[in-house]
DNA sequence: GCCGTTTTCGGCCCGACTGTTTTCAGTCG
């Protein structure tokens, strides 16, 4: 058996929470074992390395004895007796809307419900129903549960949501009677999947728009509608709860802020205003002292006056903002994007042509691009052979007299072959401007066969960049088998780049992976891989993904000059 | 269960809505 670490402890903890909960037990202990969880998980060091829990904060001395019962026996006592206790069957039901730990309670000691097969049976025997504090609706909304779950994953890739949460925001620019509106939640800090959408809506007119609101095409089921939340659920791909938050302008700020979350950082923040006196909700923040409550005209001014700097709702998850937005934080912008490093043409697989690919970067404002087109391995994107990319240059070298704002740097998205060797040799890539290294086959590979091929490409003085390093798509793909640890520490050592993919697909590396390649010193390139002008917008999102990552503008190559781009081209052929 | 230069006991983030109720518990975000 593998040594315990600390995600089993994480999980352990969890577990206990939940047959916690299941238990009816006070809410306070419940979330002290969550928080001791979320503790451990903020806390950097493994867990050899920690010799004194009770020094964290959020973990005491009981707590502490669990954790060394767990590491030395690898059981816990509390978490068995729970399981003697607690059918381990009412575990799953938590998720069913509707069902808390207390109601869950009730229908196990009064009917004996252990897991979903005995609760659907009560159900339709009626049981349920004639429970004190049950009724017909509870009843029906049970049922209408189990037959729904599972047929839809509990979150869904940001991808989806992003292009169904446009579709809603296109619904609200025509009702005319909202002032401004936003989307809040997990889809706002650009975490990779996503629940259910939250928008924040001002208006002086709530009824009217309540009534526009509930008249949206697709509306499944209206879950509910009251003075400032109308909740639905909308029939896409998927079923997907949308909830809407009406309130007035000057509430605007403190709502959008509340329902951004994280609900971590929002316990922080509302901690951070106890400390001074005052009370946070989404209405404003209130002076517990005289009850007056204070709005704001944004976000940026209600971090200010918590002396706090704007906090970008990427970063909202509980992390350290707090206590880093104190400062001036420096984390880069769109703004500061000078170039876009990967995208393809007709050539291979695009939908446009170089030419038309330079005017879209130049509409962006952009000072450099790069023309990346498939090489010729990938067969089924029309990937370009040798003789093929030798005539795109000389088309590119026509396109530079006419457009000399911007450099267009001609370049390759090579195929890295499930043997390990490179699509073209040396001798021809030296011919190009920029050589990006790519795999697209073999993605079932040993760890060992998938490092060599990476590695293989690292070594090339000619490969500047490792294209979507993880190949992963998200919530679709798991991606190949890459040390992510081990490819940071041979880009560093080998001058390469790598690429966060801004492409919301994959967002690859990850904000968590692209903040460990800037502690090791490693570039990183946000790159849209555009296959149309549409998609060379997802910089937008890439440069969102990078700030999660806590970015900085230095660690990022795009907002570099093109001389400067260059000199790191060149530290790695020399 | 955790925490404390105001506290070792009494707090712990705050509010809306539903469904079940006759004044509110439970759930949710």
């Not at 950097?44 to 904060?57: H, N, P, Y």
């Not at 302008?249 to 106890?274: C, E």
């Not at 060599?452 to 294209?467: C, E, F, G, S, T």
């Not at 979507?468 to 520490?489: C, F, K, M, Q, W």
Request: with cysteine; glycine share 6%.
């Amino acid at each position: 058996m593998n040594p315990l670490n600390k995600k089993d402890l994480i999980q352990l903890l969890e577990e206990i929470a939940l047959y916690l909960e299941l238990k009816g037990e006070n809410p306070f202990r419940i979330s002290a074992y969550r928080k001791a969880a979320q503790a451990l998980e903020l806390d950097e060091r493994s867990l050899s390395e920690i010799e004194d829990f009770s020094q964290i904060k959020g973990i005491g001395k009981g707590t502490q004895e669990l954790i060394n019962e767990f590491i030395e026996s690898g059981q816990s006592s509390l978490l068995s007796e729970l399981k003697a206790e607690v059918p381990s069957g009412l575990i799953p039901l938590l998720r069913l809307p509707g069902l808390g730990g207390k109601k869950l309670a009730r229908l196990y000691q009064e009917l004996n419900i252990t897991d979903q097969a005995s609760l659907l049976k009560a159900c339709e025997a009626g049981e349920v129903s004639s429970l004190k504090g049950f009724g017909k609706k509870t009843e029906a909304n049970i049922l209408q549960a189990i037959k729904e779950s599972g047929t839809r994953p509990e979150r869904l890739p940001i991808d989806y949501m992003l292009s169904l949460a446009r579709k809603i925001e296109n619904y609200l620019e025509t009702i005319k009677e909202i002032e401004k509106f936003s989307i809040a939640g997990s889809i706002r800090r650009m975490r990779e999947t996503i629940k259910d959408l939250d928008f924040i809506i001002a208006t002086d007119q709530p009824e009217s728009v309540k009534a526009s609101l509930l008249n949206m095409e697709a509306i499944k089921q209206v879950i509910s509608q009251g003075d400032t939340k109308v909740s639905v659920t909308l029939a896409d791909q998927y079923d997907v709860a949308v909830d809407f938050r009406l309130v007035t302008a000057d509430q605007f700020a403190t709502t959008l802020h509340h329902f951004t979350g994280s609900k971590d950082h929002n316990v922080a923040m509302r901690q951070r205003a106890k400390e001074q006196g005052e009370k946070i909700s989404e209405y404003g923040v209130a002076d517990l002292s005289t009850g007056k409550v204070t709005t704001f005209e944004s976000e940026a001014d209600f971090f200010k006056h918590f002396g706090l700097n704007y906090i970008p709702p990427e970063l909202r998850e509980a992390k350290g903002e707090l206590e880093a937005f104190t400062e001036e934080v420096s984390l880069v912008s769109e703004d500061q994007i000078r170039g876009d490093l990967h995208m393809h043409t007709t050539w291979s697989d695009g939908a446009h042509s170089v030419e038309e690919m330079i005017k879209f970067c130049l509409d962006k404002g952009y000072q450099y691009m790069a023309i990346t087109d498939h090489s010729k391995f990938l067969r089924v994107a029309n990937g370009l052979n040798e003789d093929r990319l030798r005539k795109q240059r000389e088309e590119i070298e026509r396109l530079r007299a006419l457009y000399p704002d911007i450099t267009i740097l001609a370049g390759v998205e090579m195929d890295v072959l499930p043997n390990g060797e490179l699509d073209f040799d040396d001798q021809f890539l030296q011919e190009l401007d920029f050589v990006i290294g790519a795999i697209h086959s073999s993605f079932n590979q040993s760890e060992a066969e998938i490092m060599k091929r990476l590695k293989a490409a690292m070594d090339n003085p000619y490969v500047k960049m490792i294209a979507h390093p993880s190949g992963r798509l998200i919530g679709t793909r798991e991606g190949y088998a890459v040390n992510l640890d081990e490819l940071i520490d041979y880009a560093k050592k080998t001058h390469t780049m790598l690429e966060l993919n801004a492409n919301p697909k994959r967002f690859d590396l990850s904000a968590e992976w692209v903040n460990k390649a800037q502690e090791k010193g490693v570039p990183i390139a946000i790159n849209t891989d555009a296959h149309n002008k549409k998609t060379l917008n997802y910089m937008t999102e890439g440069i969102k993904v990078a700030r999660r990552g806590w970015l900085k503008p230095e660690t990022v190559v795009n907002t570099w000059s093109i001389d400067e781009l260059q000199n790191f081209f060149n530290k790695k052929e020399n």
